[in-house]
C-alpha cells in the first residue's frame, strides 16, 4: 500500500487509503494471506462473499470469493499433535484404520474417516490449533479490512454485531457443545424420514474433536442434475425446517453453506452437518417473522413496509428518505410471490428490479441500518436457503408452507 501511494502522489495524485488496499497486486496478495489464514478470519470472510458478494466492490469481492473456495490442511506432524494432545500419543490404537488425508477442509477444522475395531466408519472432525486464541483479534482485523476499503460508514456502529459474531465463533470452535446440538437435531427430527442427522460418537468427541457416525452424501448442488420434483421435493423440505426451526424449535442452525447439506440420491434424504452455528431464536424474533409473514400473505404492502420498520428489518431513516424506492422493492417481492402455483426459484425475473432499486438506498450512506444481530442470523439462513432454490431452480408452494407455519 506504500508503495502504490508514493507512485500515486508522484504523479500528482491524492489516493484514498481503501484505493491503495484494493489494487489488483493487492487484491491477489490479500487472496494468498487470508486463504492461508484459519479461523473466524477465513470464516468471516466466507461468510460475507456468500451473503454480500453482489454488494461489495469488485476487487473485494474476487478476494473474499478466492477465500471462501480454499482452506489449507494442517501437515500431518500437525494434525498428530493436535490428536495426541486429545486422545493421548496411543490414538491410533482405537483405530482400524485412520486417513491421514482429509476429506474436506473448512475454516476451523478438517474432517477425516476413520474406522473403528468393530467396523463403524466415522467422520472425525478435527479443530485447527490456535482457532479459539485467535478469534477476537481475526474478527476485529476483518472489521478493519471493511473499513479500510470503504465499504462500510464510519457512523456505522457494528460494535454489537462483532461482539455477536465472536461470541458465536467462540460457541462454534467448542465441538463438545456442537456434538450436543446435533444430538437434540437428531432427536427432533427422528420421525421425519426427509433428514438424516449423525449420530454423535461421544467417546471420542471432545472440544478440539468431534467424532460422528460417516453418512453418505453427495453435494446438494449435484440435485440441479435431477428431476424438478426431486428438486422441488428436497428445496421444499429445507425451506419446512427452517420454519420449523424459527417458530417450533426455538432453535435455529443459522450457517446456509452448501456444503452443510448433502444428498443421497437412492433413499433421497437430506444429509443436515454443522450444527456448530446453532443458536436459540428469541421469542421476539420468531413474532417480528410472523408478523411480517402475515401482512405478506394479505398482500397488505403498507403493512408490510411498516411491520419492517417497526420490527428493525428496514431503518426508518431509510424508508423517511426513500419511501417511493421502498415501496417499489417491497411491491416486486410481492407480484413475484403472489404469482399463481408455485414460486419458481429459477424465475430470476424479478432480482434486477429489486438490485436497481436498492442501488439508490445502498448508495445513501447517511441512512444505513443494521438490524439486531438475532435477525440478522435468522435472515442468513433464510436467505441461504432461498439461494439454493435458485441455484437448484426449485418450485415450491411457498405461500402454503407460510401459511401452515403461522397457522
Same mark, same amino acid.
Given at each position: 500500500?506504500?508503495?502504490?501511494?508514493?507512485? $500515486?502522489?508522484?504523479?500528482?495524485?491524492?489516493?484514498?487509503?481503501?484505493?491503495?488496499?484494493?489494487?489488483?497486486?493487492?487484491?491477489?496478495?490479500?487472496?494468498?494471506?487470508?486463504?492461508?489464514?484459519?479461523?473466524?478470519?477465513?470464516?468471516?470472510?466466507?461468510?460475507?462473499?456468500?451473503?454480500?458478494?453482489?454488494?461489495?466492490?469488485?476487487?473485494?469481492?474476487?478476494?473474499? !470469493?478466492?477465500?471462501?473456495?480454499?482452506?489449507?490442511?494442517?501437515?500431518?506432524?500437525?494434525?498428530?499433535?493436535?490428536?495426541? $494432545?486429545?486422545?493421548?500419543?496411543?490414538?491410533?490404537?482405537?483405530?482400524?484404520?485412520?486417513?491421514?488425508?482429509?476429506?474436506?477442509?473448512?475454516?476451523?477444522?478438517?474432517?477425516?474417516?476413520?474406522?473403528?475395531?468393530?467396523?463403524?466408519?466415522?467422520?472425525?472432525?478435527?479443530?485447527?490449533?490456535?482457532?479459539?486464541?485467535?478469534?477476537?483479534?481475526?474478527?476485529?482485523?476483518?472489521?478493519?479490512?471493511?473499513?479500510?476499503?470503504?465499504?462500510?460508514?464510519?457512523?456505522?456502529?457494528?460494535?454489537?454485531?462483532?461482539?455477536?459474531?465472536?461470541?458465536?465463533?467462540?460457541?462454534?470452535?467448542?465441538?463438545?457443545?456442537?456434538?450436543?446440538?446435533?444430538?437434540?437435531?437428531?432427536?427432533?427430527?427422528?420421525?421425519?424420514?426427509?433428514?438424516?442427522?449423525?449420530?454423535?460418537?461421544?467417546?471420542?468427541?471432545?472440544?478440539?474433536?468431534?467424532?460422528?457416525?460417516?453418512?453418505?452424501?453427495?453435494?446438494?448442488?449435484?440435485?440441479?442434475?435431477?428431476?424438478?420434483?426431486? $428438486?422441488?421435493?428436497?428445496?421444499?423440505?429445507?425451506?419446512?425446517?427452517?420454519?420449523?426451526?424459527?417458530? @417450533?424449535?426455538?432453535?435455529?442452525?443459522? @450457517?446456509?453453506?452448501?456444503?452443510?447439506? $448433502?444428498?443421497?440420491?437412492?433413499?433421497?434424504?437430506?444429509? +443436515?452437518?454443522?450444527?456448530? !452455528?446453532?443458536? !436459540?431464536?428469541?421469542?421476539?424474533?420468531?413474532?417480528?417473522?410472523?408478523?411480517?409473514?402475515?401482512?405478506?400473505?394479505?398482500?397488505?404492502?403498507?403493512?408490510?413496509?411498516?411491520?419492517?420498520?417497526?420490527?428493525?428489518?428496514?431503518?426508518?431513516?431509510?424508508?423517511?428518505?426513500?419511501? @417511493?424506492?421502498?415501496?417499489?422493492?417491497?411491491?416486486?417481492? @410481492?407480484?413475484?410471490?403472489?404469482?399463481?402455483?408455485?414460486?419458481?426459484?429459477?424465475?430470476?425475473?424479478?432480482?434486477?428490479?429489486?438490485?436497481?432499486?436498492?442501488?439508490?438506498?445502498?448508495?445513501?450512506?447517511?441512512?444505513?441500518?443494521?438490524?439486531?444481530?438475532?435477525? +440478522?442470523?435468522?435472515?442468513?439462513?433464510?436467505?441461504?436457503?432461498?439461494?439454493?432454490?435458485?441455484?437448484?431452480?426449485?418450485?415450491?408452494?411457498?405461500?402454503? +408452507?407460510?401459511?401452515?407455519?403461522?397457522?
Amino acid at each position: 500500500m506504500a508503495a502504490e501511494g508514493v507512485r $500515486r502522489l508522484a504523479a500528482g495524485e491524492r489516493p484514498r487509503l481503501g484505493d491503495l488496499l484494493l489494487t489488483p497486486g493487492n487484491a491477489k496478495r490479500i487472496a494468498d494471506r487470508l486463504s492461508h489464514l484459519r479461523g473466524a478470519a477465513l470464516k468471516l470472510g466466507q461468510m460475507i462473499s456468500m451473503d454480500a458478494g453482489d454488494l461489495l466492490p469488485p476487487e473485494l469481492a474476487t478476494i473474499l !470469493a478466492t477465500v471462501r473456495n480454499q482452506a489449507y490442511r494442517m501437515p500431518p506432524q500437525q494434525l498428530d499433535g493436535v490428536l495426541k $494432545r486429545e486422545w493421548g500419543a496411543d490414538w491410533r490404537r482405537r483405530f482400524a484404520r485412520f486417513d491421514a488425508t482429509p476429506i474436506a477442509a473448512a475454516s476451523i477444522g478438517q474432517v477425516h474417516r476413520a474406522v473403528l475395531p468393530d467396523g463403524q466408519v466415522l467422520a472425525v472432525k478435527v479443530q485447527y490449533p490456535g482457532v479459539r486464541a485467535s478469534i477476537d483479534a481475526d474478527v476485529d482485523n476483518v472489521a478493519a479490512l471493511l473499513r479500510i476499503s470503504n465499504l462500510l460508514p464510519s457512523t456505522l456502529d457494528l460494535s454489537p454485531l462483532l461482539a455477536e459474531a465472536k461470541r458465536q465463533l467462540a460457541e462454534e470452535a467448542d465441538y463438545l457443545r456442537e456434538g450436543q446440538q446435533m444430538r437434540a437435531y437428531r432427536d427432533r427430527l427422528r420421525d421425519d424420514a426427509r433428514y438424516v442427522v449423525p449420530a454423535l460418537h461421544s467417546e471420542l468427541t471432545t472440544p478440539e474433536v468431534l467424532a460422528m457416525q460417516f453418512v453418505e452424501g453427495r453435494p446438494i448442488e449435484t440435485l440441479a442434475d435431477a428431476a424438478q420434483d426431486v $428438486r422441488d421435493g428436497a428445496v421444499t423440505a429445507l425451506i419446512e425446517l427452517v420454519l420449523r426451526e424459527l417458530f @417450533d424449535f426455538g432453535v435455529m442452525q443459522t @450457517d446456509p453453506n452448501f456444503a452443510n447439506f $448433502r444428498w443421497q440420491p437412492d433413499t433421497g434424504k437430506i444429509v +443436515l452437518l454443522d450444527f456448530g !452455528a446453532t443458536r !436459540a431464536v428469541p421469542a421476539q424474533t420468531a413474532a417480528s417473522y410472523r408478523a411480517l409473514i402475515a401482512a405478506g400473505l394479505a398482500h397488505d404492502r403498507d403493512r408490510i413496509r411498516d411491520i419492517a420498520v417497526e420490527t428493525g428489518f428496514l431503518g426508518a431513516d431509510a424508508v423517511a428518505a426513500h419511501r @417511493d424506492t421502498v415501496d417499489r422493492i417491497i411491491a416486486a417481492i @410481492d407480484e413475484a410471490l403472489g404469482k399463481p402455483g408455485p414460486f419458481d426459484f429459477g424465475d430470476r425475473a424479478f432480482v434486477p428490479v429489486v438490485r436497481e432499486e436498492a442501488s439508490s438506498l445502498i448508495s445513501d450512506r447517511s441512512t444505513w441500518h443494521v438490524p439486531d444481530v438475532e435477525k +440478522l442470523f435468522v435472515q442468513r439462513k433464510v436467505s441461504g436457503t432461498a439461494l439454493l432454490g435458485a441455484r437448484l431452480k426449485a418450485r415450491v408452494d411457498i405461500l402454503g +408452507l407460510a401459511q401452515a407455519a403461522i397457522a
